[in-house]
Structure formats: structure tokens, C-alpha cells
């Protein structure tokens, strides 16, 4: 059974910092690309942050400079940091595996950023 469970969510002010997590288990997880997703309330999920099997990254034009997306796959685990926080990084974060054909989302974790 493959479970995705991110943690490190939070309430800070703006330019602030966070740190996301998601451990993975019961998949091999480091044939899988991992990736950042954010909904925010009302809008559509959309891409923060991926990072391939091979190490290679892409990062979504609002987030570039601020957010780093690293992962271990000893630790079967994908990060994201979020420095300078802005009130419009307000949303719930997901975590992707994919491996073609399939996914899986962890639950989600909430960011909120106060002005």
C-alpha cells in the first residue's frame, strides 16, 4: 500500500520560512518523480515544484528564487523549503509520485502566510 504523508505545514508571516516533507513508503521510490502541488481556495491545483528521478528540476515562475525542492531517496523522502514566504503562497500542498502510467497524492498539508 503506498502512502504519502507530508508534514511541516504552518501559520507565518510573510517572509518567513517553512520546510515541507512527504515520506513515502511502500513504493520503490527512487524510480519515481516527485513532485509539489498547491491548491488554494478557490483555484485549481496547480504545479510548484518537480524534481525527476534523475535529479532534474523545474519550478513554477511564482516560486522561482524562493522555493527549493531536493529529495533523499535513502530516507525515501522529497522536500520542499520556502523562504520569503508571500500571503499568496496561502494554500494546501501536495505531494506527487509518478511513474507512468500511474500517481499518487499524499493528503495534503496547509501553508497560511499573514501580511
Known amino acids: 500500500q503506498v502512502q504519502l504523508v507530508e508534514s511541516g505545514g504552518g501559520s507565518v508571516q510573510a517572509g518567513g520560512s517553512l520546510r515541507l516533507s512527504c515520506a513515502a513508503s511502500?513504493?520503490?521510490?527512487?524510480?519515481?518523480?516527485m513532485a509539489w502541488f498547491r491548491q488554494a481556495p478557490g483555484k485549481e491545483r496547480e504545479l510548484v515544484a518537480k524534481?525527476?528521478?534523475?535529479?532534474?528540476?523545474v519550478y513554477s515562475d511564482s516560486v522561482k528564487g524562493r522555493f527549493t525542492i531536493s529529495r533523499d531517496n535513502a530516507k525515501s523522502t522529497v522536500y520542499l523549503q520556502m523562504n520569503s514566504l508571500k500571503p499568496e503562497d496561502t494554500a494546501v500542498y501536495y505531494c506527487?509520485?509518478?511513474?507512468?502510467?500511474?500517481?499518487?497524492w499524499g493528503q495534503g498539508t496547509q501553508v497560511t502566510v499573514s501580511s
Open positions: 511502500g513504493l520503490t521510490f527512487s524510480i519515481y518523480h
Open positions: 524534481i525527476t528521478r534523475n535529479g532534474n528540476i
Open positions: 506527487n509520485a509518478v511513474l507512468s502510467p500511474g500517481d499518487y
